[in-house]
């Protein structure tokens, strides 16, 4: 997944917030699911009472890792297995992780979902490019959404919250003249309305993605941007279970950095929103204006350390981050409902092997970490970096 090479992108901000340092070393005891039907009440911020989920898969593949780890690095990486990270259901076949993170979830947890699998997917890159091809939004439907919406409705006793399609509206808005995103076009305004509409189900949570500061955030885009989005809502109906949107999804943007990373480009008069607190305020009344709930989920997994980036646009594996302001509804900021992992930290943006059907040039860039994994893929040095990096530290 990337955030497209659009023609008007760039932001930042550094790490922020007061951090709560968890030592916990083991997996906390199995508390008791809800033992009757959740109802999510979208008119409120739901972070505020059930916490994000920290699933077994994540848990497993850094217990994994660790066995290759030296001894401080691996007590640091047990204690990020213990934090709240989203389970992606990026391809068909990997709907199998849903019913078994569903069973792990307490009543007093929410399980984070990524719904991301559109035909023609990431059409401005290419290192997330999906299994579904344009023109098989059928196939989306009936063998996707659907499915995970049968799911969903066999345990109505878990609350879970859903970011749909990340990068999908906000490439429209951006980078409708790239052959890929013309495309895909129909099939995404499509698909991402099916999805809201199908999903809406009462203790479902859904967000949108929004992109971050540095691609919806310039004046030129604030409009169209929330117009799009506003758009996919209507269409599939207003459902009751909408609160908003997704920012900085696997983004390395600051929450309150001032001035911003990119502040001092000489562009950066075009973009007011610097940092992803000035995002989440200033798109948000775009999206008001536009008719939308704009209540916002921020993702800060990766955004620890800044300064990292040579472009505000580039989004592959940068060199050097660190895992950053742990999943809390304490934001500070009303229209921020949640600072939340939603890109699992160790997982690949991209792979750098140039001979590969999936390269994109951004994952060779020399902010890039090289060599790097399939996008999606264990990277283990990477990880690690991310460890000894966090900002709060581990
Ligand atoms: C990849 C997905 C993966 C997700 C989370 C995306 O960039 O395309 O396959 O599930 O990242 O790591």
Excluded at 23 to 28: A, G, K
Excluded at 161 to 181: F, R
Excluded at 282 to 309: C, E, S, W, Y
Aim: with cysteine.
């Amino acid at each position: 997944m990337k955030f497209s090479q659009s023609t008007l992108l760039w932001l930042a901000a550094t790490a922020a917030a007061a951090p709560s340092k968890t030592s916990q070393e083991s997996p906390r005891a199995v508390a008791a699911a809800c033992s009757s039907a959740v109802s999510l009440d979208a008119s409120t911020n739901i972070w505020k009472k059930y916490k994000l989920h920290a699933n077994n898969f994540y848990r497993k593949e850094i217990e994994e890792a660790v066995l290759t780890m030296d001894a401080s690095t691996a007590a640091k990486a047990k204690e990020v297995a213990n934090v709240g990270t989203f389970v992606w259901l990026d391809t068909i076949a990997n709907i199998a992780k849903f019913e078994p993170a569903i069973a792990e979830v307490p009543c007093d947890e929410i399980l984070g979902v990524v719904i991301y699998d559109l035909p023609g997917r990431d059409c401005a890159a290419k290192a997330s490019n999906g299994e579904l091809k344009v023109g098989e939004l059928p196939k989306y439907k009936t063998e996707y959404i659907d499915v995970i919406a049968g799911l969903i409705k066999k345990y109505p006793n878990t609350a879970i919250a859903l970011v749909i399609e990340p990068d999908s509206l906000p490439n429209l808005v951006t980078n409708s003249d790239v052959t890929a995103c013309k495309n895909s076009a129909a099939g995404y305004r499509d698909g991402v309305a099916y999805a809201l509409k199908t999903l809406n189900l009462p203790n479902v949570i859904m967000y949108i993605d929004a992109g971050h500061g540095g691609w919806l955030g310039w004046d030129a885009n604030l409009k169209p941007g929330a117009q799009e989005l506003a758009k996919a809502y209507t269409a599939a109906g207003k459902p009751k279970q909408f609160r908003g949107i997704a920012t900085n999804v696997a983004g390395w943007n600051a929450w309150d950095l001032s001035p911003g990373e990119f502040s001092s480009k000489s562009d950066a008069k075009y973009n007011a929103c610097q940092n992803e607190k000035t995002y989440v305020t200033t798109f948000g009344a775009a999206l008001k204006t536009a008719g939308m709930p704009n209540h916002a989920i921020v993702d800060t997994g990766r955004n620890g350390v800044q300064g990292l980036r040579e472009e505000w646009g580039n989004w592959c594996n940068v060199k050097g981050a660190g895992f950053g302001i742990r999943p809390s509804a304490d934001t500070g900021v009303e229209l921020a409902d949640a600072f939340v992992w939603v890109k699992p930290g160790g997982e690949s943006d991209g792979t750098s092997d140039s001979s590969a059907v999936r390269f994109d040039s951004f994952c060779g860039k020399s902010d890039a970490y090289q060599p790097s994994p399939e996008a999606g893929q264990w990277h283990q040095a990477y990880f690690e970096d991310l460890i000894n990096n966090a900002n709060p530290a581990f």
